[in-house]
């Protein structure tokens, strides 16, 4: 900051307006060059920065005469810039006058103000301060630009409001354009960071590998026919219908775009039919419209890109062709199917590959998620070299490996994996959006009203139509068609985004009508993104469109999903007519036998992953309530549970249904959370919100260890902590919780009352807290226990038996007998499964049971 | 079987299905067909044709399945207990549960037809036909579901339908006094819960309308040896 401060100031007191230039230039060059080459530029971005905070060029004037010392020193900072430079040995720079590391000089760095005089006297001194902002200017910049996106992306979320009604690319457009009107009125280049390599080499793979890594794996499989038939022959039904018509409209002489010829229109065609539909993705999120909507949506945004990119290379390369001959469109179309083909080939080779290492990497967890990162990139990059879809590729391996990925890495690297992913997507895509803003304002335009008129018109008209045509094609083969209202969602959800933007931006400078290009593209994108969505909750809640509640996470209906899963496979093979619940059959057992004794490590774990997510919701649970009860400390933000610890003490009859109930509440929201790892992922801008209940779990973890050093648990010297160790411990909490399990218990225990009156004396005995303590995870088991006497006996007298116990059946009595087993082992000597657990101590304590779940290092 | 099909009684007999079950004369020409190669020609199926379906064979609710077809409540006339065998119409009646339901039809219908799955779900679950799911019979399907992912079956079974049992209690009866108990799901409940749950995506089949007799005997052959 200061020494741009610094140099900028010392320009300004030069007054040298062709310095100035000279260094707009150079920073130009430096956008273009980002990779680090081109020596010294000019600190535009930070000066533009300043130039923010003091208000244009005036004040600068100012700071600079307030402190006019600086620049008579600047020989001397020069010099010691040369001393640094030897001293580091760093690529022999001359600070001043340096020449590009990389050896690449295309401008003449700028001279800095004043004589130059190399050989200063002081040069036997030893440099007390020095500054080599050269060497740090482009990775500085970019972190000021990254910066600011960031501080905008904190800013819209200070007022939730906002980004529910006006999505966040509106907003960062919106910045950028006021952001490049400051730098247009300063009259500040552009930063021209968009170079083709750029964008490809380093912002694309971040928001693909996003999209990929989130995408909902089991609903895209579900309706992966419909996402390519709309992502592949959408994108081309748009881009050949926008092209051929906007070919067409060249003809007329009045518009005098007569000079584009039908390649380039094919190639701008491509480049605005790649839909970018993050926003109306979070709005579909928001309103649960149904999962086959806003996975057709997903897919289609992801694939298209794939699609548009091959395209977009094609037709860049035809377009640059002389003449276009007939072999050439079969060559074209051929490649298309090497190109795409290809892409998903390498991205399931790498994927495979990442899943492969991740089986060894279980000694080195630190550097996990890294190779993740390394073999999608990889996968991206080989594409790339074979000039194959990248962006398929990645994509593929992505969703290839996830699966395998996250069962063999540990669960903090699976958290890691996820952040950073959603990290790099989040940052790329924000400042594509910025920049375009930016862009928007500071580049110059070519305005044709009737081009880029009718670019809109056709984006929308093919659009729309193109989802007509396609449904019907497509609906006879779905087992749930869409319906007029689930087209006009696809229809309307297709806002152009910053991949439009990036492929336009970046469009060889041989095109004629590039600026017109880049103009009517700026044009559709913000016409899209601002108006189509903005609109599109409105009208998406008035039209009333399908809605599935996506976010229903309770046990039950992941239960019955799978029993409805299972029912249909079965009832399919039964009347012998298979649908995709046929091929996932075969599928898993594929995966089952051979995919994942390859590639998982603990394949002996095998279970479903919706077993897995229960066995972790109980264990939660039980991480809740021990946390209630045991070290509160460990969980300050469950105050309510204050309380309800200190209930005990008094009267049974004192707690009320309210309490029970703030209970359950607490218990079901906390429960269930880690499910929504499947679903809460797809927003591209949101992280996964099951942080906390892991932060939650891993602190149990070293709550449950402090708890049980003083003391194994069974001995009576921590009566409290050993009360409190599972919920419903003590017998404090007894009172408190039985009403709660009672609920989720049916009749047996009625009828445990009854046939084991012997029961109760035992109830009281301390010997029973040692089950109690299993009770969350064996709830029903223990049940009949719980009651205590006179609980028992106020229940009878209020009300009754509630249930008939003469309809109880065979097996409620021998659950309760094995039951009664299970008591009695747990009171004395063999404790139940769970009740052992904590009691060996850490090792086996229930939430380190499970390999997955269990921090390895 | 071609005789068969073409003799006029059958047509008749196709039509009547139709109108009760709802499906196409061709989509019940199909599932004929595959009636008698499952029933080996015969005009019933037993129970043993079923189980010695080999596609079923890692099924986890295979029992739960079989059973559903040898159910009376799927019938949907009123009566509850077992079939010993099942004729073609019995056959349709219960894959007419699965059908895809007409592309224009009104929220009540929707509402019906939502209601007619739910119930077949929960015939499923409720073995003794009491109108209600007890925590036994839960148990005993969540454990079958669970039965095909190996150690932690058997113990998670039984936790997860305690869980699921608590919250279907704490879901429907929310102000439950300290002193009651839940004494098991009944159909209320069970809609209740599943509420929110999607099943037009889930509870489908999409029936074959045109003879693909080459798919079908494609797909037939592989996965079925007879």
Request: aromatic share 10%; charged share 20%.
């Amino acid at each position: 900051m200061h020494v741009s401060l610094f140099d900028s100031c010392a320009n300004l007191e030069e007054n040298s307006s062709k310095l100035l230039q000279k260094k707009k230039k150079c920073l130009c060059y430096f956008w273009m060059c980002p990779r680090g080459r081109s020596g010294d530029t000019t600190r535009v971005v930070v000066w533009t920065l300043i130039s923010f905070l003091v208000d244009g060029v005036k004040s600068g004037v100012q700071i600079v005469k307030m402190d006019p010392r600086l620049s008579k020193h600047w020989d001397v900072l020069l010099f010691s810039f040369a001393v640094l430079s030897v001293l580091h040995g760093s690529a022999g720079e001359i600070p001043g006058r340096p020449t590009t590391g990389g050896g690449v000089t295309v401008l003449p760095p700028v001279e800095p103000d004043g004589p130059q005089a190399y050989p200063e006297p002081e040069k036997d001194n030893l440099p007390v301060f020095t500054m080599d902002y050269p060497r740090i200017q482009i990775p500085f910049e970019i972190t000021l630009w990254v910066l600011l996106a960031s501080f905008a992306k904190i800013g819209f979320h200070v007022y939730n409001k906002i980004t529910i009604w006006v999505p966040e690319s509106c907003l960062l457009i919106s910045i950028g354009l006021i952001v490049g009107a400051i730098m247009h009125s300063v009259n500040e280049e552009p930063p021209a960071v968009l170079t083709t390599n750029v964008f490809f080499l380093y912002m694309l793979p971040p928001i693909v590998l996003d999209s990929g890594y989130f995408m909902p794996t089991r609903p895209f499989f579900e309706n992966i026919g419909t996402v390519l038939w709309f992502a592949v022959v959408g994108t081309l039904w748009n881009s050949i219908g926008i092209g051929m018509s906007l070919f067409a409209i060249c003809q007329i002489e009045a518009f005098g775009v007569q000079d584009i010829n039908l390649q380039e229109n094919l190639l701008f065609a491509a480049i605005i039919s790649a839909v970018d539909p993050v926003a109306v993705l979070s709005v579909f999120e928001d309103v649960s419209v149904n999962e086959q909507l806003y996975i057709v949506v997903f897919g289609e945004c992801l694939f298209n890109d794939a699609v548009t990119v091959v395209l977009y290379n094609m037709f860049t390369f035809v377009a640059e062709m002389p003449v276009v001959e007939p072999v050439d469109v079969f060559l074209g179309v051929a490649r298309f199917f090497v190109v795409g083909l290809g892409g998903m080939g390498f991205g399931v080779l790498f994927g495979f590959v990442a899943a492969f290492t991740t089986r060894f990497t279980s000694k080195v967890r630190e550097i996990e998620p890294l190779f993740i990162f390394m073999y999608s990139y990889l996968a991206y990059l080989v594409a790339e070299l074979f000039a194959i879809s990248s962006i398929m590729a990645i994509v593929t391996c992505a969703l290839t490996m996830k699966y395998y990925v996250e069962e063999n890495v540990s669960q903090r690297s699976c958290t890691t994996i996820r952040h950073v992913v959603k990290m790099l997507g989040s940052i790329s895509e924000t400042l594509i959006f910025f920049f375009l803003g930016v862009v928007t304002i500071t580049t110059e335009h070519e305005w044709n009203w009737g081009y880029i008129l009718f670019t809109l018109l056709f984006a929308f008209l093919w659009r729309g139509l193109g989802v007509l045509v396609l449904t019907q094609i497509i609906n006879p083969f779905r087992t749930i068609p869409f319906n007029l209202k689930d087209q006009f969602g696809l229809a309307y959800g297709g806002l152009r985004g910053a991949i439009s933007f990036a492929l336009a931006f970046t469009l060889p400078d041989n095109i004629g009508r590039k600026q017109l290009f880049v103009t009517a593209t700026i044009a559709i994108i913000i016409f899209t993104v601002f108006l189509q969505g903005i609109s599109i909750r409105p009208l998406i809640e008035y039209i009333n469109v399908r809605r599935t509640n996506r976010n229903l996470d309770t046990i039950n209906a992941e239960i019955h999903c799978r029993l409805m899963e299972h029912t249909i496979a079965g009832i399919e093979d039964l009347c012998g007519q298979w649908s995709h619940f046929y091929w996932k059959d075969k599928f898993m057992k594929f995966n089952t036998r051979i995919l994942r004794r390859i590639l998982i490590r603990d394949n002996r774990a095998e279970s479903s992953i919706v077993a897995l997510y229960k066995k972790l919701e109980l264990q939660n649970a039980m991480e809740i309530l021990d946390t209630v009860s045991g070290d509160i400390s460990a969980a300050p933000s469950i105050v309510s549970l204050h309380e309800e610890k200190k209930a005990p003490a008094k009267p049974k009859k004192k707690f009320l249904a309210a309490d029970l109930r703030s209970m359950h509440d607490i218990l079901a929201k906390n429960m269930y959370k880690i499910r929504q790892r499947t679903t809460s992922y797809t927003s591209k801008h949101a992280l996964p919100n099951d942080s906390r209940t892991r932060e939650i779990l891993i602190r149990r973890h070293s709550s449950i260890r402090r708890s049980l050093r003083p003391g194994s648990f069974q001995t009576a010297v921590l009566p409290k902590s050993h009360k409190y160790f599972s919920l419903p411990a003590g017998k404090n909490l007894d009172s408190n919780f039985p009403p709660v399990r009672q609920r989720g218990i049916d009749d047996h225990e009625t009828m445990s009352e009854i046939s084991f009156p012997a029961k109760h004396a035992r109830f009281v005995s301390p010997s029973r807290a040692s089950s109690k303590a299993a009770l969350p995870l064996r709830r029903l088991d223990t049940l009949e226990e719980v009651p205590s006497v006179d609980f028992l006996d106020e229940r009878r007298a209020r009300r009754g038996l509630p249930r008939t116990h003469s309809s109880s059946s065979e097996p409620r009595r021998h659950a309760e007998k094995s039951e009664k087993e299970n008591e009695d082992n747990g009171g004395s000597s063999v404790p139940p499964v769970w009740a052992a657990e904590p009691r060996d101590g850490t090792t086996r304590n229930p939430l380190l049971r499970r390999p997955q779940w269990n921090p390895k290092n | 079987m071609g005789s068969w099909q073409a003799r006029p009684d059958h047509q008749r007999h196709y039509e009547e299905l139709a109108q009760k079950t709802g499906f196409s004369t061709e989509q019940i020409k199909n599932l004929h067909k595959r009636f008698q190669q499952l029933s080996g020609n015969q005009e019933t199926i037993s129970r043993e044709n079923l189980e010695n379906i080999p596609a079923l064979a890692n099924n986890p609710i295979k029992k739960q399945i079989i059973d559903a077809f040898f159910d009376k409540r799927n019938q949907q006339d009123g009566e509850s207990g077992c079939l010993e065998e099942i004729t073609l119409g019995h056959f349709l009646m219960v894959m007419s549960h699965f059908r895809p339901p007409q592309h224009k039809s009104s929220e009540d219908e929707r509402h019906a037809i939502r209601r007619q799955k739910l119930r077949f779900l929960f015939n499923m679950h409720d073995t003794d036909s009491d109108g209600t799911i007890t925590l036994a019979e839960y148990r005993k399907v969540v454990e079958e579901l669970l039965s095909k992912s190996g150690a932690i079956g058997h113990e998670a079974a039984k936790i997860i339908a305690d869980a699921a049992m608590l919250e279907v209690a704490s879901t429907n009866v929310p102000h439950m006094a300290p002193d009651e108990f839940y004494e098991g799901i009944t159909f209320e409940h069970f809609e209740q819960i599943l509420n929110g749950l999607e099943m037009e995506s889930r509870m489908h089949i999409r029936f074959l309308d045109v003879a693909t007799t080459t798919m079908r005997c494609g797909k037939g052959s592989s996965s079925s040896t007879y």
